[in-house]
């Protein structure tokens, strides 16, 4: 048990050091929901600019988090800040039920730093259908 807590603090180690040492960049990809028509990108920045917290406060991120819209994708620029990914997955999340596509969309992990909004896979059997 001890050597598994060792790793999980160098883990987090390296984290922070990165996250002291220069900026993290955390894309959000909505290219998919986008080419449909179904939502703007523009509204998940508004969101994540005021729902965003950084030293337990909302809507303060100041010159620490920058939030920015690049075509269909959405930018979380973090500068010597420690900021979880899954932080932003939740967040996402919660804007999802909020504009009522929870049902239909969900955030997945394509890469280290980003994330794709991609439709569930819901596959119909013909047979069934008949």
Known sequence: MPAKQAQKIKREDSRVKKAE??????NIDCSIPCGDGLLEPTSLQVYLTEHLKIDNKTGQLGEKVKVTVDGTNVAVTTFKV?????????????????????????????????????????????????
């Open 21 to 26: 040492a220069g900026k993290l960049i955390y």
């Open 82 to 130: 420690l900021f979880a990914k899954r932080y932003l997955k939740f967040l996402t999340r919660k804007w999802l039920l909020r504009e009522k596509l929870r049902d239909y969309l969900r955030p997945v992990s394509t890469k280290k730093m980003d994330y794709q909004l991609r439709y569930y896979n819901i596959h119909l059997d013909e047979a069934d259908e008949e």
